[in-house]
Every structure is written in C-alpha cells, then in structure tokens.
C-alpha cells in the first residue's frame, strides 16, 4: 500500500493547512519525511477559478519525489502538458473519464503506467467534484469501462467525505478492487486517523490520499508510512 500525501494548492498558497503555506516547502518537507509520492492538485482550476499554472511547472521542476498531479484534468492538452514538466503520473478528471472515447486516446498515447482515471462519487452515482452534474454510471459501471479499455489505477473519491475528516469510503474502494483486472485502486476523501489508513490496507487497497489530517498534526507522515508498510 502507498501513502500519497496531499498538497492542494489554492491562491497560491498550501489550502487548508495551519502549518505550511508555501506548496514548494510543503513537498521538500513531505520529501524529507520520507513520502516516496506527493499528490499535488490545483484547487483553482479544478473549481474554475483560475490556476496555478506557473506555480505549478516549477514544483515539478523542483520535485525529488514522484509527483501525482489532479484537480478536474479534462482535456489531452493539459494531460500533455503535466507530463512534459515532469509529472509521474496525472490524474483524468471524472468529467473527462465518462467519455470512453478520449479515455481511449489518452492510454493510447500516454500509457496506462502515466495516468489514473479519477473516479468521484455522491450517493452511489459518479458525480464529478466542483460541478452540478451527475451521472447515471455507478463507480463500479465505470471502473469496469475504464479497466477494459486498459486502465491500471483508479482513484475513488466518496465527494461527500473530501476534507471533512469523515473516514474514507473503504467499502466503495474495495468493491472496485474487487472487480479484478489488475486495478490498482487508491482511495480519497476523509482519512482522519492511523486507525483509517490500517482499514485501508486491510482492504488490500493501492494506496490513500491523506490532506488534512496530516495539515493539521492528527499524525505525521512518517507514523503513517509506518502504518501503512506493517
């Protein structure tokens, strides 16, 4: 199982975190913590504000460690992009995963190895954060379209729980765990403890994301790398 601390940028700034402000340090700081990933979104773009664009290019310059870039990803160009400043891997919008057609072109040209297709969810349907809109397709209706188009890692986010310390949707990772096919599931949304990272990898997940509990001292990145390696 993988911990994949995360660093949501807004403004400029380190969003929600009482103990860094600059995204830069944040990740030398995870860094040195010993994260072998960092999971940086650019909250301005996802919620169409704007974006960090230049802020952006320059971590990845800067980067010592794998980097997993998301933030509502929808179109070939930005995927592009990322990946040439140097992103490890970029996460596809759920708003861009529905479409099976540009799902199809991006593994074609990018590799599965290079992408993750985001998968967010509200009240069992797929419903992409930072929009109105929600789909008839459950998580597990398109976890199962994407893996057969070739997708390797998916990331599940329960929208519900993001940010709000509510326990992750271990049940609705592991269902798409479940469906096999060689997905390697991370889950998003609410880790609040170490007791949530141990149900995690006793799921037999991928990985977790972790922002606030960690923003906020609840635990430090390396009782959770720990936890996560027993």
Do not use: K
Request: aromatic residues 4%.
């Amino acid at each position: 199982m993988e911990l994949y601390p995360a660093v949501d940028i807004e403004g400029g700034r380190v969003a929600r975190s009482t103990s860094a402000a600059d995204p830069l340090a944040a990740v030398r700081q995870l860094a040195h913590d010993g994260a072998r990933w960092v999971h940086v979104v650019d909250l301005d773009r996802a919620f169409g504000r704007g974006e960090n664009r230049d802020l952006t290019r320059r971590l990845l310059a800067e980067a010592t460690v794998r980097i997993q870039v998301g933030g509502g990803l929808t179109t070939e160009a930005a995927i592009a992009e990322l990946l040439d400043w140097g992103a490890t891997r970029v996460v596809v919008g759920t708003t861009a995963a529905v479409d099976s057609a540009l799902v199809a072109r991006l593994l074609a040209r990018f590799g599965a190895e290079r992408l993750a297709v985001g998968i967010d969810a509200r009240d069992g349907r797929v419903a992409p954060r930072g929009s109105d809109v929600t789909h008839t397709l459950t998580p597990l209706e398109l976890a199962r379209r994407v893996g057969a188009q070739g997708a390797r890692t998916v990331i599940y986010t329960d929208a519900a729980r993001d940010g709000r310390l509510a326990g992750p949707d271990v049940d609705g990772a592991r269902a798409i765990a479940a469906l096999g096919g060689g997905l390697d599931v991370i889950v998003s949304g609410g880790v609040a403890s170490l007791d949530d990272l141990r149900r995690v990898r006793g799921a037999g997940l991928g990985g977790a994301i972790v922002g606030r509990a960690l923003h906020e001292g609840r635990f430090t990145v390396r009782e959770a790398l720990a936890c996560v390696a027993v």
